[in-house]
């Protein structure tokens, strides 16, 4: 399953955000995720992560989590989820580096 975690000021603009990028299959953004999975608000993204724990069942120890921002990966990192910081963005070798984590490569 595949979730989404943001941190911002303005969770509308970044919900319509979602509905105007399309993905290769011509799919609008919004409509790869289940809404449910969609974790959006000003919070800490610890309580995003804890809240989709809630919601999925999945243990903090079988997700994973992709950041820019180093802080984040920090605070999400205590919760036992396995992070990878992407000051670049996401590469095909971080992505790699996941799959091999948990034993899919």
């Known amino acids: 399953r595949v979730a989404i975690s943001s941190r911002t000021d303005e969770p509308s603009w970044a919900y319509q955000c979602m509905k105007w990028l399309v993905a290769a299959d011509g799919k609008a953004l919004e409509e790869c995720f289940d809404r449910d999975l969609i974790e ?4 800490d993204k610890s309580k995003h992560f804890e809240s989709l724990n809630r919601k999925t069942g999945v243990d903090f120890r079988q997700m994973a989590f992709f950041d820019n921002e180093y802080w984040n990966i920090q605070s999400v990192s205590r919760l036992g989820v396995r992070c990878y910081h992407t000051p670049d963005g996401m590469t095909r070798e971080i992505w790699e580096q996941c799959l091999s984590d948990f ?3």
Do not use: K, L
């Open 103 to 105: 034993g899919m490569s």
């Open 40 to 43: 959006i608000s000003y919070s």
